[in-house]
């Protein structure tokens, strides 16, 4: 279905593109490039469109981070690996309608000549949806996406690795000869909702999403990986460096922040018990920051989360546990982060800890991201960074203790080194994911890459032993639209994948190896 809908997305309307599409015969080539701007706001707001079930019931539970009081499907759900196609083919097919799509429309418009640094931004936004998207499935339709209308091939995942550092060169080149050119111009100004047009982040973006993506194949392909994250830390513009770089899609057009939809006027998401592991057992500051306590009456004011895969009957049994700060941190209108300063220093630290040139040292950057995060969300760090002795904490519900877990991590927050690089890589990988959250995507996809921080696991494992409970989930299974429109490609996939489609098969990043 997402393959045959793209070829639609370039011929007909898409969000804002209308204004151009409606009658192409009556705009020159010239009036069409200068009307583009207005696809760009459409086109960020798609990197998480149908949030709720392309992203908070899989990628956001699976990293820890949140689960939901609802019993979904009488109980039987992703959240206890009962996946459900119906939820996860929106993960992969809204990238290809409404980004691949638009994307390839800006091309036809002569983009990539004739307004380069356009073409750059519109590269760069589908890199970063299309990742999530392979970083969910595994090989995807990419090169030939937008090719036909039936029968298009998968890339293996290193074929569309590569594609996207390819891309990402050219989206970094383009946008360094615009700013050189065109010192203090934005033409992107009023319709861009991460960066409003200044093409200055929108570089540093380039360079530290091309950070990000090396080190999610060090494991797969080391060499290549140390190639591209030395690229990006000695690229011209710099990495997200301060929180006045992060990137985060502004609200527009009645579009309401996603965490704040699922959280209230759903009330289907609430703290998951290994966020609340970790966060409690430091006494972090971001605590209150990030979360609100429960109001159950018998412990109200604490901050007791949900653990995944518990059995939930009704919505009551659960409603009442810790939930997101929806008061004063993730508002209707707030905007949604996607990339943050604090989780390039802390890709510095492990750069640094595998010895890669230009890292610097590894604990001046697993100090500096903690600092940037604590800066990021208003908080003091205080003495935290110096805590030798605190430690994630125990797991018990008050109300069923089946789900109850003995703490699983005993890594404490100050860095040691003497450590070994396995335990200083768990110190830096914990922090980073108490600092990028709400990213459950990116959370998942480093939990699966090194396997920290260490995450209670569900209990109840409905997968048909599909799925191991100790190693928990690594992909999602291809839509059955995929399976409907594109039989013989997605069969061909599977090969590419290297095993059977379901959530226990690797993706080509997450070897099953030693970290070092």
Known sequence: MALALIILGVSSCTKNFEKYNTNPNALSVNQTIAILPTAFGPLEQAIYSNYQVAQNLSADAYSGYMMSPDPFRGGINNLNYALVDGWNQAGFNDQYNLVMGPVSKIAATGARTKAPDLWAVALLIRVEAMDRVTDRFGPIPYSKAGTAITSIPYDDQKTVYQQFFNQIDTAASNLQAYIAANPGKTPLAGSDLIFNGDYTKWLKFANSLRLRLAMRIVKADAATAQQQAEKAMSAVGGLLTTPADDAAIAQSGGRSNDLWVVTDPYDDNRMGASFQSYLTGYNDPRLPVYCKPATDALFAGQYIGIRIGSNILSRPDYDTYASLNTATTFTQTAPQLIMTAAEMW?????????????????????????????????????????????????????????????????????????????????????????????????????????????????????????????IQIRRLPFPTSEYNNNGAAVKNALTLLGGADNGGTRLWWDVNKANF
Request: overall charge neutral.
């Open 346 to 470: 802390f890709l510095k630290a492990e750069a640094a800890l595998r010895g890669w040139a230009g890292a610097g040292d590894a604990q001046t950057n697993y100090e500096t991201g903690i600092n940037t995060s604590m800066q990021q969300w208003g908080v003091s760090a205080g003495s935290y960074i110096s805590n030798a002795v605190s430690k994630p904490v125990a797991y018990t519900d008050p109300k069923n203790n089946v789900n109850n877990s003995p703490a699983l991590s005993s890594i404490t927050i100050k860095w040691d080194p003497l450590a070994g690089n396995e335990q200083k890589l768990e110190r830096i990988i914990t922090q980073k994911w108490l600092a990028i959250f709400p990213d459950g995507q990116e959370a998942w996809a480093d939990y699966r890459r090194t396997g920290y921080p260490k995450l209670f696991t569900v209990v109840n494992n409905n997968s048909n032993n599909t799925i191991n409970t100790d």
